[in-house]
């Protein structure tokens, strides 16, 4: 009889658990996204990463030009980052630079208050032959330039993030 209550417990728990292997799998998904994006975040404010340099540098939002921290995750921390984290920001970089050795300023798509993560996947703009680069001030400029039958802009997603935090407040538009 003692069989009996103990089996009769564990076949229910059983098909509880099966019936709900879909919800657990979406909050799994969900909760390693966020521990992936908390991890990681934590991993590069502690400096406990193997590529983090930080700097600050400027980025164009919508025309508006802001600072930005700028640290690259670690590798591992990065693949974790593309694999789990289904909110990650883009910033829009050009490393071969503007014509006269003129960098490239970064574009971000999104501030505070405006679906921010401060994660960001970097997009590298390769401009197309027949076409001198220029600099992009926001991203419905970078999509428009990348678009259409004659592009201007190639975007290549690259393997590389970073925690970007926006410093300082929203500037003043007139």
Known sequence: MKKVTTIIPAIMLLFISCSKTEIDNQTKLTTDSKLATANS???VAQGNTTSGI???IPAYYDSSLFKIQFV???AQAEASQIAHNKSLNFIYQSDPGLP???PFISVIDAIPGDGFNPVWREVQIVFNA??????LFSDNEVL???S???PEITLNMTSEVYWCPVIGQ???TK
Do not use: C, D, L, Y
């Not at 027949?130 to 600099?135: E, I, K, N, V």
């Open 41 to 43: 975040t934590a991993m």
């Open 54 to 56: 930080k700097s600050t």
């Open 72 to 74: 690259e995750f670690s």
């Open 100 to 102: 006269n050795n003129q």
């Open 130 to 135: 027949g076409f001198t680069p220029r600099q």
């Open 144 to 146: 428009a330039a990348a």
């Open 148 to 150: 259409g039958t004659h």
């Open 170 to 172: 929203k500037p003043v």
